[in-house]
């Protein structure tokens, strides 16, 4: 399934849901965390609906290359200067709330509320 209409990023996605966009293409959304951790904190998500990194195959390598290039883009737009954070949380153990891959990019200068 391409799209979740039930996804609450898929929701973001298609506009049905407001978000602080930071960045889009055809393939990628970024856009802030509503509860940040740090002084910048911003979610970078497929458009594709991938429920977490457990359903990847290998054509997604791709498209995760992409993630992980745009997160110092992004940074670094943002004014991060020194050093930021990136993580993907996977499944229950893994702490995963939302079920639609998504990387957080953390930066900005400390303390921050955690992490
Ligand atoms: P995770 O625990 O890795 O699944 O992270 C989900 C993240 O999504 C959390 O950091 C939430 O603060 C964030 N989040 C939840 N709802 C929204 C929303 N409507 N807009 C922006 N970020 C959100
Ligand atoms: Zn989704």
Redesign the pocket.
Known sequence: MSHDPNC?FCK?IAGQ?P?RKVYEDSELLA?????PWAPVHV?IIPKLHIASMVELTDEHAALLGKMSVLAPKLMRELGVTNGFRTVI?TGPDG????YHL?M?AMGGPRPWLKG
């Open positions: 609450l973001i849901i978000s856009f802030h965390d509503i509860h979610l949380n702490g995963q709330e939302v998504h957080h």
